[in-house]
């Protein structure tokens, strides 16, 4: 089982960037997945959630500004991020969930190897 994280880089406040989460070795139709962030010196936090249906939540903090979708044909998921901020500069990583708390790290068992996301101001 393989996620790759990839479309991260160097953004201006204000910006847009789309992740991508490609799937390797599981149907990710079957699965419930999330994207989280780790900004330096921080743990590692929630950014959204989608379900196989298509349902979506997000952190407060990115409501609004954030999508999260999936292309089943294509076996990725995405994150479309828009009005960027500084602190929004982060590895981002997406994560097959496995059960439980959907905001906790710990309910998921796949991860991808993140990628940058740097927003300057």
């Known amino acids: 089982v393989q996620l790759q994280a990839s479309g991260g880089g160097l953004v201006q406040a204000g910006g847009s960037l789309r992740l991508s989460c490609a799937a390797s070795?599981?149907?990710?139709?079957?699965?419930?997945m999330g994207w989280f962030r780790q900004a330096p010196g921080k743990e590692r936090e929630f950014v959204a959630y989608?379900?196989?249906?298509?349902?979506?939540f997000y952190a407060d903090s990115v409501k609004g500004r954030f999508t999260i979708s999936r292309d089943n044909s294509k076996n990725t998921v995405y994150l479309q991020m828009s009005s960027l901020k500084p602190e929004d500069t982060a590895v981002y990583y997406c994560?097959?969930?496995?059960?439980?708390?959907?905001?906790?790290?710990?309910?998921?068992?796949?991860w991808g190897q993140g990628t940058l996301v740097t927003v300057s101001s």
């Open positions: 989608i379900n196989r249906s298509g349902g979506t």
């Open positions: 994560a097959r969930y496995a059960g439980g708390d959907t905001y906790a790290p710990a309910s998921y068992n796949y």
């Open positions: 070795g599981l149907t990710l139709r079957s699965y419930h």
